[in-house]
DNA sequence: AGGATGCTTCGATGATGGACGAACTATGCG
DNA sequence: CGCATAGTTCGTCCATCATCGAAGCATCCT
């Protein structure tokens, strides 16, 4: 007999097809509210609000109340990335991966994970990155060079950070099994393709796809 | 609704406390046997066999029959990062970590993360070998530097690679928050630790004790 | 106020799956 | 060959928990 950190609890939680399938609609990085949860995991609003308290109080899911909507959102980048080692492991051993499928192609190109980009882009971003040193990754972690500011100021992205959650993070890309750009700067530079219609998002996926304009563009501002 | 890569069912694998005790023993690297593995989750054989058989068929688990004996192992490093990346989690949001306790003092220190030497002693042997060039990470990816060879021959170290597993890779520490270094190369050197009797494995704990005279000889030999 | 919408709680139902004892198979030992 | 040990399979029991309809709150709109 063993104890410790309670991991069948949070494995469990993970465990059930509707929490699961809420769990990979919020990996998204938007936040939902209980009835699109409900309609994303295929029940009923009761069920789901069930389920919904029961991730709260595991700690998995945090909850912002606007007026009469409430909007769940995953609780940190700890819990998404244990999501996605999941998701790795669930690729690899399942045998059920016939046909790739157009939407997966895409899913490897580019992909939201959380609130930042992922996928071979993201990978190609990154590496570009830390060989012009913008950025410096010395262990795992990821800092910023010293033109890291005016770099990205050139851009209109401003790496001043004010929340705890740090700058720079290295998340593993469970498709390339390379890791991409996360943290507010990862999440600043997603905005920054959103917000300049360089890609869009697909619609119920989490697939980005990049018009050839837009491509252009990203290619020019970070892989030159 | 949504389909992929089925995350509830590998979650619901290691839902189960019985299976994650035995998952969480396995992380000690060494494979097990049946008898082992249910006196570890507290459950008679039938149940534990019936729990083996299971996490086979789900992928998370390989088995090497010697005799009348069938050892019980992870099935890779992935497997091992999923359980890591869960155990993280659990520890940080389990309100019933009151006192961290000297077991957990010495785990953070050093441990057994399934092949090879997890905890700060080892985040710090992997920062030293980069800062020193024998190793270089490029990305996530490490590689051998050119002194790489001869620099562990000299301490009894082959870091030829027959196996089709990477000779390096990276390894987050879920204590550190940062990497640590895996593959056979870090399965390679925990062996030379424990072969050299620098530190002994604690009896039914992952953690890893260091004598005096040990850690002299560990930081003279990886922390120069 | 009154009605509509978003969400949660309650209560009843049903199914999944975890538990173990007993019987069965396989390997090793003398 | 027979006995002991390691492991699996089978059958049965039992608890947990997911599910949904109906009813209850809360918030917004007019």
Same mark, same amino acid.
Do not use: F
């Given at each position: 007999m063993r104890e410790g950190p309670d991991i069948a609890r949070i494995a469990s939680l993970v465990g059930d097809p509707a929490r699961a399938n809420m769990l990979t609609a919020l990996m998204g990085g938007t936040a939902l509210t209980a009835s699109e949860l409900a309609l994303e995991a295929g029940v009923s609003l009761p069920t789901a609000s069930s389920h919904l308290s029961k991730l709260m109080e595991g700690g998995l899911l945090t909850v912002a109340s606007q007026g009469r909507h409430r909007y769940y959102g995953l609780a940190g980048p700890q819990v998404a990335g244990m999501i996605e080692a999941i998701t790795g492991v669930a690729a690899a051993v399942g045998?059920? =991966? &016939?046909r790739p499928g157009p939407r997966d192609a895409a899913m490897r190109v580019a992909r939201v994970c959380y609130d930042h980009l992922a996928g071979e882009q993201a990978v190609a971003m990154l590496d570009r990155l830390v060989a012009r040193q913008v950025l410096i990754r010395d262990d795992k972690e990821i800092r910023l060079g010293p033109s890291a500011v005016s770099h990205f100021a050139a851009i209109?992205?401003? &790496?001043?950070?004010?929340? =705890? =959650?740090?700058v720079c993070r290295a998340c593993l890309d469970w498709s390339v099994r390379r890791s991409h750009l996360a943290g507010t700067l990862g999440a600043a530079i997603l905005d920054k393709i959103l917000l300049e219609k360089w890609a869009r998002r697909e619609k119920d996926s989490r697939a980005v796809v990049f018009s050839p304009l837009g491509k252009q563009a990203f290619e020019r501002v970070f892989l030159a």
């Open positions: 045998p059920q =991966r &016939v209109g992205i401003d &790496v001043e950070s004010k929340a =705890r =959650r740090p």
